[in-house]
T-cell receptor, first 113, second 115 residues
């Protein structure tokens, strides 16, 4: 049974600071890693994906992957109140033929003005 | 609007009734996925299709659930004899299989309430 673990929060961060969201996963065969943002009552929206160890930057967002530690993180720089949402970590083992994403429960992020 | 669409957006039904949801994927996307999300949880994978073929079904997909994608375009998810525990947001997603970097894009969801 694949598992994805996230701290449910809430994680409270002052506006303008760096928000750090963490995720661990159980299946070493996982190959693709995704961060989705979900506002209350809305569907998940893709923020970033990462496949290789290391960092990947996109604007104010940086995803970090460490396959040896089975750990993936998302950094949000210069946090804005509009970043307040639930952030979902998801993994995919597409190499094994299975293609459904396994999600964590999400971390509720609050950016304090 | 060229995104994933779902219909209806909301459904209220009585226990024991059957319900059917529809998903229209992004037009060039050949893979279509169904997920279920309950309050405070992440989405849980139910099933997916490549074109019209249903390639994987989760253990969550009981015998009361059936999904189809008859022409490889839109898909339907039917729940027979609904139970209160079926109350959830049902999410559809799609992607284009041949692009490695493509990920799944979600529709707005159908929120089901079983009374």
């Amino acid at each position: 049974q694949k598992e994805v673990e996230q701290n449910s929060g809430p994680l409270s961060v002052p506006e303008g600071a760096i928000a750090s969201l963490n995720c661990t996963y159980s299946d070493r065969g996982s190959q693709s890693f995704f961060w989705y943002r979900q506002y209350s009552g809305k569907s998940p929206e893709l923020i970033m994906f990462i496949y290789s160890n290391g960092d990947k930057e996109d604007g104010r967002f940086t995803a970090q992957l460490n396959k040896a530690s089975q750990y993936v993180s998302l950094l949000i720089r210069d946090s804005q109140p509009s970043d307040s949402a639930t952030y979902l970590c998801a993994v995919n083992d597409s190499g094994g033929g299975a293609d459904g994403l396994t999600f964590g429960k999400g971390t509720h992020l609050i950016i304090q003005p | 609007d060229t995104g994933v669409s779902q219909d209806p957006r909301h459904k209220i039904t009585k226990r024991g009734q059957n319900v059917t949801f529809r998903c229209d994927p992004i037009s060039e996307h050949n893979r279509l996925y169904w997920y279920r999300q309950t309050l405070g949880q992440g989405p849980e994978f139910l099933t997916y299709f490549q074109n019209e073929a249903q390639l994987e079904k989760s253990r969550l997909l009981s015998d009361r659930f059936s999904a189809e994608r008859p022409k490889g375009s839109f898909s339907t998810l039917e729940i027979q004899r609904t139970e209160q525990g079926d109350s959830a947001m049902y999410l559809c997603a799609s992607r284009f299989r041949e692009r490695v970097e493509e990920t799944q894009y979600f529709g707005p969801g159908t929120r089901l309430l079983v009374l």
